[in-house]
């Protein structure tokens, strides 16, 4: 800890030194105040005669036009042609490899309410703490909520055929861009300029299998004397990447043998039930023979056997047979891992230039894309509702629990889930200037709509019970208790179902989600509002007034015994949002090198939330003490209104059977907690948060940008950045509900994969939180949960610091061709984070990468190009961290027991290298090879890791391995 305290010292040290030193030599450097130092040779006055010809731009981070690449906070521009170049086939696959992000919530996961879209994670502070812009305007929030909870935007559907460029700000910008630019802002710059026609297309797979890509992009641009027009088509597809195309971690028996415990080591992991009846005692009722057989190899049969443990010891002699069941042994098989995307998307812009600098211009887009998914198929359970401990006539045994999960061939398909997705995007406007030229004025007016139609096989559990075991029969009395009677049709239930009879019973869903926003505004911005002994000054203001809203439709018929979604959810809401929002930036020159700005703004909220008004600023410094060398620092103050899936969604409830339960686990001694079929189910209320205020905060970076003197084409930049939040929305889920509420009762508790926590360390034992969770867990007199209470709180406080680094170099020869290298570095130096004011500051900072580096190198010589690009992202604590050793037995003990020696495994750096070699026959046809992931590198199941997703993704690892694909590109014209 005091290591990595001296590191972060000695590098926020060192960029407060670079920064500061130069100004002790200001007045020896800095440019007379009369404006008369003169350049000193030929050379220099022509670079100054460049300069002032350079066209002035917008740049995210300001509203104001300037020449100067680098301004006063740091800016990342990645360009459409180096997003191809380095493999990447999306900008969510881009966006995720920049070194200021970390990992959001992943498509596979269980119960994912967005699987279809693509989040981003910038400072690792959330994605609901990112802008995404596109063209500099806001776009419409995915229409369904990560996590059941939150709004974000999708990287997932933006057509990459269309990008010029990818301008990334990874600080706080609220006083110049409003809500959610906590974290910072993305803004997607499309192609205006264009002339002709070019095709493009790709095909191309993994080495490995799955994740079949082809892609058809046509890009084109018509002028005339006052006009100009650029259009695209664009016709994509990937095919999802499953658990059977990785069987190394299709099955619960894959998890890395530290968790397997005593039993699971002595008569093998027990897999998940596939046929199965228990009987009074909870034990497994035989299958006929040869049963498990009849289903291929979706089944097998499993003796489910236990042993008795006196202390660490385990006792060989006294061991429990519960009987033998039709065990899974491959569940994961039909999950997917990444999911599949079908995209057809069309966009064309233009202008209309009247004369005078008057210009009309306008945009339509339309993005539509089908994604297809899938987790575990549909099955019977004794769901709450359902007939449960009853007396079956077949069997003679009275029934205390059951599952029937149905295989593909039963269903006559997989069963995916299928979200068919549209996105309107429409902007008109009129800009042009004033006042001779000297300001620009910009009035848009724009209209977007996102829609999501998911489609999937729903669950029908009375059906299914009904069509296993029948009707009820009347009852009987079995040891003194009244017992309804049901028959159990074995023909059904231990041999394959023909799709016909399937259809008899089974349903099929869908869900709708949609959101919009219509907006206006009107930017007037100068880089000459008058001008100083130092320079001019520059001014922008823009006017904005934004209504948006969503809504929420489930499938109507709800989540009930005859019908139910995948994971039996039931979320409904809608609401709107009106907002009105001023804001203003002065850029004021105090010397000839040295620059102040100024900015602040005021967003106006009405909506049911208490957000009502923000108000913040910002202020940053430029020093130039010479040419070459800029010294630049930030601060601002920084909001995020509550989302509006907080505010308006409805409460819902839904039954809950399959679960895990850290505090028995915890209770019985136990080493691993993973979800199973409960015989008792809970009520799960969830709630959204109407009363809810502002997330706020304050952002500051300081840091340099160096031309390195003698040397052409080399250049090194360094930013120390901060981010704080407070007053921070947390949306205290279920899971995490019933993991705290171990951790408060027992000081124990489980991690999200199942693995035991020896010292809980989250919340204080006995503090409000703690009180708080215990009380929203009700149990019965034998300790089975009955209900659980989840919902947003807006009492949290995170801060993470960082330091960025880069390094470009250009290098020209005559022989050799050209070459340019970048190399990109983020430092994440600490997480801090807490959920109440009585709980500890915890530094988190291990629970994500702290590192993150990536780097490309270019080459182009005649008619061939290459580029070879390489990222690194940091290790990571692994499962079972700071926790004890399993005992070579499969006992784990707890932490300040003799027996345990301590576990602090790291799960290693995540290292990919990929290539791209092109070569140009003439002027129209380009043919591209790309390699992604050389070396096919997979991630490996950690030794402690257990439950879906074995596999860490928080350092990015993934199941993919290599992928090659062949570009051709024409151009017509």
Same mark, same amino acid.
């Given at each position: 800890?005091?290591?990595?305290?001296?590191?972060?010292?000695?590098?926020?040290?060192?960029?407060?030194?670079?920064?500061?030193?130069?100004?002790?030599?200001?007045?020896?450097?800095?440019?007379?105040?009369?404006?008369?130092?003169?350049?000193?040779?030929?050379?220099?006055?022509?670079?100054?005669?460049?300069?002032?010809?350079?066209?002035?731009?917008?740049?995210?981070?300001?509203?104001?036009?300037?020449?100067?690449?680098?301004?006063?906070?740091?800016?990342?521009?990645?360009?459409?042609?180096?997003?191809?170049?380095?493999?990447?086939?999306?900008?969510?696959?881009?966006?995720?490899?920049?070194?200021?992000?970390?990992?959001?919530?992943?498509?596979?996961?269980?119960?994912?309410?967005?699987?279809?879209?693509?989040?981003?994670?910038?400072?690792?502070?959330?994605?609901?703490?990112?802008?995404?812009?596109?063209?500099?305007?806001?776009?419409?929030?995915?229409?369904?909520?990560?996590?059941?909870?939150?709004?974000?935007?999708?990287?997932?559907?933006?057509?990459?055929?269309?990008?010029?460029?990818?301008?990334?700000?990874?600080?706080?910008?609220?006083?110049?861009?409003?809500?959610?630019?906590?974290?910072?802002?993305?803004?997607?710059?499309?192609?205006?300029?264009?002339?002709?026609?070019?095709?493009?297309?790709?095909?191309?797979?993994?080495?490995?299998?799955?994740?079949?890509?082809?892609?058809?992009?046509?890009?084109?641009?018509?002028?005339?004397?006052?006009?100009?027009?650029?259009?695209?088509?664009?016709?994509?597809?990937?095919?999802?990447?499953?658990?059977?195309?990785?069987?190394?971690?299709?099955?619960?028996?894959?998890?890395?043998?530290?968790?397997?415990?005593?039993?699971?080591?002595?008569?093998?992991?027990?897999?998940?039930?596939?046929?199965?009846?228990?009987?009074?005692?909870?034990?497994?009722?035989?299958?006929?023979?040869?049963?498990?057989?009849?289903?291929?190899?979706?089944?097998?049969?499993?003796?489910?056997?236990?042993?008795?443990?006196?202390?660490?010891?385990?006792?060989?002699?006294?061991?429990?047979?519960?009987?033998?069941?039709?065990?899974?042994?491959?569940?994961?098989?039909?999950?997917?891992?990444?999911?599949?995307?079908?995209?057809?998307?069309?966009?064309?812009?233009?202008?209309?230039?009247?004369?005078?600098?008057?210009?009309?211009?306008?945009?339509?887009?339309?993005?539509?894309?089908?994604?297809?998914?899938?987790?575990?198929?549909?099955?019977?359970?004794?769901?709450?509702?359902?007939?449960?401990?009853?007396?079956?006539?077949?069997?003679?045994?009275?029934?205390?629990?059951?599952?029937?999960?149905?295989?593909?061939?039963?269903?006559?398909?997989?069963?995916?889930?299928?979200?068919?997705?549209?996105?309107?995007?429409?902007?008109?406007?009129?800009?042009?200037?004033?006042?001779?030229?000297?300001?620009?004025?910009?009035?848009?007016?724009?209209?977007?709509?996102?829609?999501?139609?998911?489609?999937?096989?729903?669950?029908?559990?009375?059906?299914?019970?009904?069509?296993?075991?029948?009707?009820?029969?009347?009852?009987?009395?079995?040891?003194?208790?009244?017992?309804?009677?049901?028959?159990?049709?074995?023909?059904?239930?231990?041999?394959?179902?023909?799709?016909?009879?399937?259809?008899?019973?089974?349903?099929?869903?869908?869900?709708?989600?949609?959101?919009?926003?219509?907006?206006?505004?009107?930017?007037?911005?100068?880089?000459?509002?008058?001008?100083?002994?130092?320079?001019?000054?520059?001014?922008?203001?823009?006017?904005?007034?934004?209504?948006?809203?969503?809504?929420?439709?489930?499938?109507?018929?709800?989540?009930?015994?005859?019908?139910?979604?995948?994971?039996?959810?039931?979320?409904?809401?809608?609401?709107?949002?009106?907002?009105?929002?001023?804001?203003?930036?002065?850029?004021?020159?105090?010397?000839?090198?040295?620059?102040?700005?100024?900015?602040?703004?005021?967003?106006?909220?009405?909506?049911?939330?208490?957000?009502?008004?923000?108000?913040?600023?910002?202020?940053?410094?430029?020093?130039?003490?010479?040419?070459?060398?800029?010294?630049?620092?930030?601060?601002?103050?920084?909001?995020?209104?509550?989302?509006?899936?907080?505010?308006?969604?409805?409460?819902?409830?839904?039954?809950?059977?399959?679960?895990?339960?850290?505090?028995?686990?915890?209770?019985?001694?136990?080493?691993?907690?993973?979800?199973?079929?409960?015989?008792?189910?809970?009520?799960?209320?969830?709630?959204?948060?109407?009363?809810?205020?502002?997330?706020?905060?304050?952002?500051?970076?300081?840091?340099?940008?160096?031309?390195?003197?003698?040397?052409?084409?080399?250049?090194?930049?360094?930013?120390?950045?901060?981010?704080?939040?407070?007053?921070?929305?947390?949306?205290?889920?279920?899971?995490?509900?019933?993991?705290?509420?171990?951790?408060?009762?027992?000081?124990?508790?489980?991690? #999200?994969?199942? %693995?035991? /926590?020896?010292?809980?360390?989250?919340? &204080?034992?006995?503090?409000? @939180?703690?009180?708080? !969770?215990? +009380?929203?867990?009700?149990?019965?007199?034998?300790?089975?949960?009955?209900?659980?209470?989840?919902?947003?709180?807006?009492?949290?406080?995170?801060?993470?610091?960082?330091?960025?680094?880069?390094?470009?170099?250009?290098?020209?020869?005559?022989?050799?061709?050209?070459?340019?290298?970048?190399?990109?570095?983020?430092?994440?130096?600490?997480?801090?984070?807490?959920?109440?004011?009585?709980?500890?500051?915890?530094?988190?900072?291990?629970?994500?990468?702290?590192?993150?580096?990536?780097?490309?190198?270019?080459?182009?010589?005649?008619?061939?190009?290459?580029?070879?690009?390489?990222?690194?992202?940091?290790?990571?604590?692994?499962?079972?961290?700071?926790?004890?050793? #399993?005992?070579? %037995?499969? /006992?784990?003990?707890?932490?300040?027991? &003799?027996?345990?020696?301590? @576990?602090?495994?790291? !799960?290693? +750096?995540?290292?990919?290298?990929?290539?791209?070699?092109?070569?140009?026959?003439?002027?129209?046809?380009?043919?591209?090879?790309?390699?992604?992931?050389?070396?096919?590198?997979?991630?490996?199941?950690?030794?402690?890791?257990?439950?879906?997703?074995?596999?860490?993704?928080?350092?990015?690892?993934?199941?993919?391995?290599?992928?090659?694909?062949?570009?051709?590109?024409?151009?017509?014209?």
């Amino acid at each position: 800890m005091s290591n990595i305290g001296f590191r972060r010292s000695v590098l926020a040290s060192a960029l407060a030194l670079v920064f500061f030193a130069p100004l002790s030599v200001a007045a020896q450097t800095a440019t007379p105040p009369d404006g008369s130092q003169q350049p000193t040779t030929q050379q220099d006055a022509a670079k100054k005669k460049d300069t002032t010809t350079l066209q002035k731009v917008v740049v995210t981070g300001s509203l104001i036009p300037r020449v100067e690449v680098e301004g006063a906070t740091p800016v990342i521009t990645i360009s459409g042609a180096q997003l191809k170049q380095e493999g990447f086939t999306t900008v969510y696959e881009l966006m995720n490899s920049i070194t200021q992000t970390g990992v959001a919530e992943t498509p596979p996961s269980w119960g994912s309410s967005s699987v279809n879209a693509r989040q981003l994670n910038l400072r690792n502070l959330g994605s609901g703490r990112s802008l995404l812009l596109i063209d500099g305007h806001r776009v419409s929030d995915y229409p369904q909520s990560a996590h059941a909870s939150t709004n974000f935007q999708n990287f997932n559907n933006i057509p990459t055929g269309m990008i010029d460029r990818i301008e990334i700000l990874a600080t706080g910008a609220s006083s110049l861009y409003g809500s959610d630019a906590v974290a910072g802002v993305v803004n997607i710059i499309l192609k205006k300029q264009y002339q002709g026609d070019d095709v493009q297309m790709t095909l191309g797979g993994a080495t490995r299998g799955g994740r079949d890509y082809g892609d058809f992009n046509l890009v084109g641009g018509k002028s005339g004397d006052h006009w100009h027009v650029v259009y695209n088509l664009e016709r994509s597809h990937r095919s999802g990447l499953f658990g059977r195309d990785r069987p190394y971690s299709d099955s619960e028996a894959d998890a890395g043998y530290g968790a397997y415990d005593q039993n699971a080591r002595l008569f093998g992991y027990k897999t998940y039930d596939g046929l199965s009846l228990y009987d009074a005692n909870g034990n497994y009722i035989a299958p006929p023979a040869g049963a498990c057989n009849q289903f291929g190899n979706n089944f097998a049969l499993h003796d489910y056997k236990t042993v008795a443990t006196n202390g660490h010891t385990v006792d060989p002699t006294n061991v429990t047979d519960h009987g033998t069941y039709c065990t899974q042994p491959a569940l994961f098989s039909n999950w997917v891992l990444t999911p599949g995307s079908d995209n057809k998307d069309a966009y064309v812009a233009g202008d209309y230039d009247f004369g005078n600098g008057l210009q009309a211009y306008g945009s339509i887009g339309l993005w539509d894309t089908l994604g297809t998914s899938n987790t575990e198929l549909p099955f019977l359970y004794a769901m709450g509702g359902l007939p449960n401990n009853f007396y079956d006539q077949t069997s003679g045994q009275v029934i205390s629990n059951y599952f029937r999960q149905l295989t593909p061939k039963e269903l006559g398909s997989y069963g995916n889930t299928h979200d068919k997705e549209q996105n309107w995007d429409i902007h008109a406007g009129l800009r042009g200037t004033f006042l001779d030229g000297r300001f620009n004025w910009d009035f848009n007016l724009g209209t977007n709509k996102y829609i999501v139609h998911e489609r999937y096989t729903g669950l029908n559990e009375q059906g299914m019970f009904d069509f296993f075991f029948g009707p009820q029969l009347g009852t009987t009395s079995v040891g003194g208790n009244t017992l309804p009677v049901y028959a159990l049709n074995s023909g059904r239930f231990w041999n394959p179902i023909t799709p016909a009879q399937y259809h008899s019973f089974g349903v099929v869903g869908e869900n709708t989600a949609v959101s919009w926003m219509d907006q206006a505004s009107l930017n007037v911005n100068t880089d000459e509002l008058f001008k100083t002994w130092a320079g001019s000054v520059g001014f922008a203001t823009v006017l904005e007034a934004v209504h948006q809203g969503f809504k929420l439709s489930p499938d109507p018929r709800g989540n009930t015994t005859t019908f139910g979604d995948p994971f039996q959810d039931y979320i409904t809401g809608g609401g709107t949002r009106n907002r009105v929002s001023l804001g203003s930036e002065l850029r004021i020159p105090l010397l000839s090198n040295l620059t102040w700005t100024l900015s602040g703004r005021l967003d106006k909220y009405r909506d049911a939330s208490a957000a009502d008004v923000a108000r913040t600023w910002g202020s940053s410094l430029e020093y130039r003490p010479y040419e070459g060398l800029l010294l630049r620092g930030s601060y601002g103050t920084n909001f995020h209104a509550p989302d509006m899936q907080y505010i308006y969604k409805n409460p819902s409830v839904s039954q809950v059977g399959i679960y895990a339960d850290p505090y028995q686990c915890v209770t019985a001694g136990a080493t691993t907690c993973q979800p199973f079929q409960h015989n008792t189910y809970f009520s799960s209320y969830l709630s959204g948060g109407p009363s809810l205020n502002n997330e706020t905060g304050k952002s500051w970076t300081y840091g340099f940008v160096w031309q390195i003197p003698g040397v052409d084409g080399l250049s090194l930049s360094a930013d120390y950045w901060r981010i704080g939040i407070n007053n921070g929305i947390v949306n205290v889920g279920q899971s995490d509900v019933l993991t705290d509420e171990a951790g408060c009762r027992t000081g124990h508790t489980f991690d #999200s994969s199942g %693995n035991y /926590i020896g010292n809980y360390i989250a919340h &204080p034992q006995g503090s409000s @939180y703690c009180q708080n !969770v215990i +009380a929203n867990v009700k149990r019965d007199a034998n300790g089975n949960i009955t209900a659980v209470y989840s919902g947003a709180i807006n009492e949290s406080l995170l801060t993470v610091t960082g330091i960025d680094a880069s390094l470009a170099y250009a290098l020209r020869t005559t022989n050799l061709g050209n070459f340019n290298l970048s190399i990109d570095y983020t430092d994440n130096l600490s997480y801090k984070e807490r959920t109440l004011a009585s709980d500890p500051l915890l530094n988190t900072r291990y629970q994500h990468a702290a590192s993150k580096v990536r780097g490309t190198v270019n080459w182009r010589r005649g008619a061939w190009d290459a580029t070879l690009y390489g990222d690194r992202t940091g290790r990571v604590r692994a499962p079972n961290f700071g926790s004890c050793n #399993s005992l070579p %037995n499969g /006992i784990r003990p707890s932490v300040g027991d &003799p027996d345990c020696t301590m @576990y602090f495994g790291h !799960v290693p +750096a995540w290292i990919t290298w990929s290539t791209n070699v092109g070569y140009r026959f003439d002027d129209r046809m380009k043919v591209s090879l790309n390699v992604s992931n050389i070396f096919n590198n997979i991630g490996k199941i950690p030794y402690y890791a257990g439950g879906f997703e074995f596999i860490p993704t928080l350092n990015n690892a993934s199941y993919v391995g290599r992928e090659v694909s062949v570009t051709f590109d024409y151009k017509l014209d």
